[in-house]
T-cell receptor, first 117, second 114 residues
């Protein structure tokens, strides 16, 4: 199994540009999570999907951020327009539905390091 | 408001000794706890977990202890090895339709010195 795949691994862009991060979850997993890691805030959840449907996007910082999951094997996180404070490492994670009442382990991708100049 | 706190940003331990990483939580609804390990330029990887019905779970050199009354958990690594040097994240969740997002602490950087 290839694990969770994220692309690009590194992205450097200028303020005001659109940025699109991509994620391919583990096959068979029906939950997908987007996290952001910064020194100040640590790992914070941005949004998560179940069966391609967004369940909770309360962590999305602003309207400049949007996420989609058009099918079970692909998700995007878009920032438009990007700002220097968006610089962070963005992780995608996936998991399967656990047994009733038990949260299943989330498997993380390698992350995308975003730098906005 | 941080629901999961790791108050020690870093920890140094000599090879062969015990490493103890601590984690506190504030939300009494949390009933499932996990530890993740993260190496530079990689995503966090699952290490060990514990359900609130237990107070201890072991997996090889790794043991997690849970004290529900104190809302505290700890990860013990015995013996510590240089390859254990990484950032360790504590995470928590609670039952809700079988899966809920994890709430993470900010991490503790463990350095195991040879």
């Amino acid at each position: 199994d290839a694990g969770v795949i994220q692309s690009p691994r590194h992205e450097v862009t200028e303020m005001g540009q659109e940025v699109t991060l991509r994620c391919k979850p583990i096959s068979g997993h029906d939950y997908l999570f987007w996290y952001r890691q910064t020194m100040m805030r640590g790992l914070e959840l941005l949004i998560y999907f179940n069966n391609n449907v967004p369940i909770d996007d309360s962590g999305m910082p602003e309207d400049r951020f949007s996420a989609k999951m058009p099918n079970a094997s692909f998700s995007t996180l878009k920032i438009q327009p990007s700002e220097p404070r968006d610089s962070a490492v963005y992780f995608c994670a996936s998991s399967s539905r656990g047994l009733a009442g038990v949260a299943d382990t989330q498997y993380f991708g390698p992350g995308t390091r975003l730098t906005v100049l | 408001d941080q629901q999961v706190k790791q108050n020690s940003p870093s920890l140094s331990v000599q090879e062969g000794r015990i490493s103890i990483l601590n984690c506190d939580y504030t939300n009494s609804m949390f009933d499932y706890f996990l530890w993740y390990k993260k190496y530079p330029a990689e995503g966090p990887t699952f290490l060990i977990s514990i359900s609130s019905i237990k107070d201890k779970n072991e997996d090889g050199r790794f043991t997690v202890f849970l004290n529900k009354s104190a809302k505290h958990l700890s990860l013990h690594i015995v013996p510590s090895q240089p390859g254990d040097s990484a950032v360790y994240f504590c995470a928590a969740s609670y039952k809700w339709f079988g899966n809920t997002p994890l709430v993470f602490g900010k991490g503790t950087r463990l350095s195991v010195i040879a």
